[in-house]
């Protein structure tokens, strides 16, 4: 017998049916029990796995018992032998008829049966022992075992007999022996099971209903008698009437819904009917859903209701319940892939038509036939949805963010009012998170930013002068909470704040809305911008040389927009920013040194480049030399010495070259300002260098002495 517990526990009653179950119930039962007496029947409830056949199973049983019958359902899914069937049938028929309390006679005949059965079982353990014990055991044993087996075809059928006698203490009413997931007992069996039933069970007023997937019991079938050829032509041989379970539909799906009072038709809203159509069609997958979805519940309350695009969320639930690593090939073989292709200058006319491809493959995939509706969706909503709303789903469901902005906005009405304490707040919502305080604190970084550009941008959008302001002070709210978030941190060594990131962002910012200064409000904006550049470059160690390079780089790759971090309204900040950047010129040469090529990393190189080869650099002025030497001379000796090494190298391939953004004639000016390169070629050959290393000297003094109007000295100590 079928028993299930708790969300998988199917219905047992009909006032329990709120599917309209009872409509194919009442067709099943009335042709179990409305036949010619004289006849044995078989009726087949065809559905897959969990839509529903144990209920339907249930429905007919409380339909027939009303009209008197014995009804008696029974499971053979754990029966490893046609003999475990015929047992387990037996006892399912007394257990009834002893709970009807009827004639102890009949119900004592098949007891005997069933105690003859089981000594057979007994017995047949006995042969290998037996044999091992004494001579011709095994022999005399064997013929024990052969004899129980004769009994047992003789006797452990119900006779026509006994029939007889229990349809007559029904009153002439059916027995009914409704065989349940009999697609999940052992293979093996189920061609005897089935034969059985018609030739050796067809009695008069005995009916069958089996419940099973047929498509599951077809391939079983083949696959023990391949001579069968199709499994469904066996099928009906067994099966006199059969039925099928229809998949959910809308109204279905929406009764599913309202029964579980879930909270998804007010966090969707307009979208909701639409979800509808995508929910699975299976009762059991879809009660699932709404598990899983129950789960979330703790992530749901975290969020404002417009925070999330709840609609994609439950889409991608839906896929994520039958595979994560679909959802994993969905997003890194067509939705990253296609963001890629959507901000490429190479794009193709038939990229579009990849995408079209690749979803149309995986709905037609037979594997994903549980969320094909699913995936179709969501490549529908793809074309109308944010690429950022659909990553924010994707990590709803597999890694939560630590903060979101529900939490955020609490947060700024707390640093509003001067209530919070914000290392304290990170370590508590760490804990509360199970996170550490780092990750915290990276994100709060991260959604600051995220709240200073939609502020921004909402700025610009906005129709009323008024709306425009309040956003812009909204932008210059969070750029001060962010400067009071690095105060704060700085003074408790356990956290570690990445400033050097924070400037870059800073600097991308600034970039960005350079030209947004039409009225007060965007002046002060960009004023505060600027200020807060200037206060934080100071406390950024490190990636001053790969932010200069970058910077000069967006003026090189868009020349047409002048008005970059060059002009007078940010030459303060690009000044101070070129001066602090030379100090980690010898730091770069010196980890360039440890590569076989100058690093090309994240403008570093270009940088570096620019910084000791352009004229206009800022390393040209005296003072900004001697503080470098200064510096040079308090490092680690072998250091400087590998930095200047890799410095004059690169200095002789680009006197004939050039390199990105400067000519060779620029470069030949520099190397003939003497209070530039004497400096550092004294400094360069005051150690001695190992011998294998001299002739790289001499080529390096001969490139530059043939572009110079000065004396560059020859160390005494290399070997002429």
């Not at 099971?193 to 009916?207: A, T």
């Not at 914000?422 to 990750?439: D, T």
């Amino acid at each position: 017998m079928t028993i299930s517990k708790g969300y998988e526990k199917p219905i047992q009653s009909l006032k329990d049916d709120s599917l309209g179950r009872q409509r194919i119930a009442k067709q099943i039962a009335q042709t179990l029990i409305g036949l010619d007496d004289t006849w044995s029947v078989r009726v087949g409830l065809y559905g897959g796995w969990g839509e529903g056949k144990t209920s339907v199973v249930n429905l007919v049983k409380c339909l027939v018992k009303d009209e008197g019958h014995l009804f008696c359902s029974f499971s053979p899914w754990d029966c490893d032998n046609i003999q475990d069937w015929w047992v387990g049938l037996v006892e399912i028929i007394i257990a009834e008829l002893e709970a009807n309390k009827h004639d102890l006679k009949t119900i004592n005949n098949l007891k005997t049966k069933l105690k003859a059965h089981k000594a057979k079982r007994y017995i047949s353990f006995i042969p290998e022992a037996a044999g091992a014990c004494f001579p011709g055991g095994k022999a005399l044993v064997g013929a024990i075992s052969q004899a129980g087996d004769d009994y047992l075809k003789k006797y452990i059928t119900i006779s026509d007999e006994e029939l007889t006698a229990i349809h007559s203490l029904l009153k002439g009413k059916r027995i009914i022996i409704a065989i349940d997931d009999l697609d999940r007992c052992n293979p093996s069996i189920i061609p005897n099971l089935l034969l059985s039933l018609r030739e050796i069970l067809d009695k008069p007023k005995l009916s069958f209903l089996l419940a099973f997937d047929d498509e599951i019991i077809s391939k079983a079938l083949v696959q023990q008698h391949r001579a069968w050829g199709k499994g469904e032509k066996f099928l009906e041989k067994i099966v006199d009437f059969k039925f099928h379970l229809d998949p959910l539909g809308q109204k279905e799906k929406q009764t599913l819904v309202n029964a579980h009072r879930t909270t998804m038709p007010e966090l969707l809203g307009d979208h909701f009917p639409d979800l509808i159509d995508a929910l699975p069609s299976n009762p059991r997958r879809l009660k699932s859903f709404f598990r899983h979805f129950d789960l979330l519940e703790v992530e749901v309350k975290r969020h404002n209701k417009e925070e999330v695009n709840w609609y994609v969320l439950c889409l991608l639930l839906i896929i994520k319940m039958d595979s994560n690593k679909l959802v994993d090939k969905i997003f890194n073989e067509i939705v990253l892939n296609d963001e890629v292709i959507q901000n490429s200058m190479f794009r193709k006319e038939n990229d579009e038509d990849l995408k079209e491809k690749a979803f149309t493959q995986l709905i037609k995939d037979e594997s994903n036939n549980n969320c094909r509706e699913a995936i179709a969706a969501f490549k529908n909503a793809l074309e109308s949805t944010r690429d950022n709303s659909v990553r924010y789903a994707r990590d709803f469901l597999f890694s939560p963010h630590d903060i979101t902005w529900k939490e955020y906005d609490d947060l700024l009405t707390a640093y509003g009012c001067d209530m919070v304490d914000m290392v304290s707040w990170i370590s508590g919502h760490a804990a509360k998170m199970s996170s550490s305080p780092e990750v915290v604190l990276d994100e709060l970084v991260k959604i600051t930013f995220s709240m200073i550009k939609s502020r921004l941008y909402s700025a610009a959008d906005a129709l009323l002068l008024k709306q425009h302001n309040e956003h812009i002070i909204s932008s210059i709210g969070a750029l001060n909470f962010l400067k009071d978030l690095i105060t704060a941190v700085s003074s408790y060594p356990n956290l570690v704040i990445n400033t050097q990131h924070i400037l870059s962002e800073l600097v991308d910012l600034s970039c960005y809305w350079r030209n947004f200064r039409t009225n007060e409000y965007d002046i002060k904006a960009r004023n505060e911008e600027e200020a807060m550049l200037l206060w934080l470059l100071p406390r950024v160690n490190g990636g001053l040389v790969s932010l200069y390079g970058k910077i000069l780089d967006t003026e090189r790759s868009f020349p047409s927009e002048r008005d970059n971090m060059f002009t007078e309204k940010n030459a303060t900040f690009f000044h101070a920013l070129e001066e602090s950047a030379i100090n980690e010129v010898f730091v770069y040469f010196y980890e360039s040194s440890k590569y076989s090529k100058i690093k090309e990393l994240e403008g570093e190189y270009y940088g570096a480049t620019q910084l000791i080869f352009s004229p206009d650099s800022a390393l040209q002025k005296k003072h900004n030399l001697e503080n470098l030497v200064r510096q040079m001379k308090a490092q680690d000796s072998v250091k400087v010495q590998l930095a200047l090494f890799e410095f004059f190298k690169l200095l002789r391939e680009r006197l004939f070259s050039g390199t990105i953004g400067l000519t060779k004639e620029q470069i030949q000016e520099v190397v003939r300002n003497e209070g530039y390169i004497l400096p550092l070629w004294e400094f360069y050959i005051q150690e001695p260098l190992n011998f294998r290393f001299h002739h790289d000297l001499l080529k390096t003094h001969n490139c530059i002495t043939e572009h110079i109007n000065y004396e560059l000295p020859i160390p005494d100590w290399i070997d002429s």
